[in-house]
């Protein structure tokens, strides 16, 4: 079973927008940690931000925001004010405390039209 | 920090050749992982390592396999390589599991 789905393949914005990138994952585990990384056309993944199951506090840096909710199994992240330097893949990924590797998502595919 | 380094970035083989991906850990971190990105997908994990030793394998076949050097340094081996092993390798070190791991930019294989 797919641990972690994204279900948008693909998204285009024009510059300035908002968007938000949809994350739901999948775990019987009760610690767990989340994770988001940005790929851009380079290849290495960039890491954004860590989030244990214990810590539903949403999170903003900058432009960029997450919302954590256990009850629906979802980690999304915004991207307030889009711009074009912010169009990548985007991993939204899983890995459990007794394991010892990440689950990742098919990845979303931002485009920010200028 | 000088970040995880890989080497080649591009590598093109024939089907039932052997390849070695080499990986510079970033300084300071002791857990290795390797990474399978086909074209389109999300990274699937090979196997892990710490302190030299494997510390976890995921679904690919023994042919796949690995070493961790005292400074930490890391090698991917893959035998008898198959059309469908063509993909973006990605390494990645941590200083520990579960805390976040930095990527490098991969090793691009292409089987012919």
Redesign the interface.
């Known amino acids: 079973a797919q641990k972690?789905t994204q279900a948008q393949t693909e998204i285009s914005v024009v510059e300035k927008e908002d968007v938000t990138l949809d994350c739901v994952y999948e775990t019987r585990d009760t610690t767990y940690?989340l994770?988001w990384?940005k790929q851009p056309p380079?290849?290495?993944?960039?890491?954004l931000i860590?989030r244990n199951s214990f810590d539903e506090q949403n999170e903003i840096s900058g432009r960029y925001s997450w919302n954590f909710q256990k009850s629906t199994s979802s980690f999304n992240f915004t991207i307030t004010a889009s711009q074009v330097v912010d169009s990548a893949v985007y991993?939204c990924?899983l890995?459990e405390?007794k394991?010892?590797?990440?689950?990742?998502?098919?990845?979303t595919s931002l485009t920010v039209i200028p | 920090e000088t970040g995880v380094t890989q080497s080649p970035t591009h590598l093109i083989k024939t089907r039932g050749q052997q390849v070695t991906l080499r990986c510079s850990s970033q300084s300071g971190h002791n857990t290795v992982s390797w990474y399978q990105q086909a074209l389109g997908q999300g990274p699937q994990f090979i196997f892990q390592y710490y302190r030299e030793e494997e510390n976890g394998r995921g679904n690919f076949p023994p042919r796949f396999s690995g070493l961790q050097f005292p400074n930490y340094s890391s090698e991917l081996n893959v035998n008898a390589l198959e059309l469908d092993d063509s993909a973006l390798y990605l390494c990645a070190s941590s200083p520990s599991h579960n805390y976040g791991y930095t990527f490098g930019s991969g090793t691009r294989l292409t089987v012919v």
């Open positions: 972690v940690y994770f990384y380079s290849g290495e993944l960039v890491f860590r991993f990924a890995s405390e394991g010892n590797q990440f689950y990742f998502g098919t990845g």
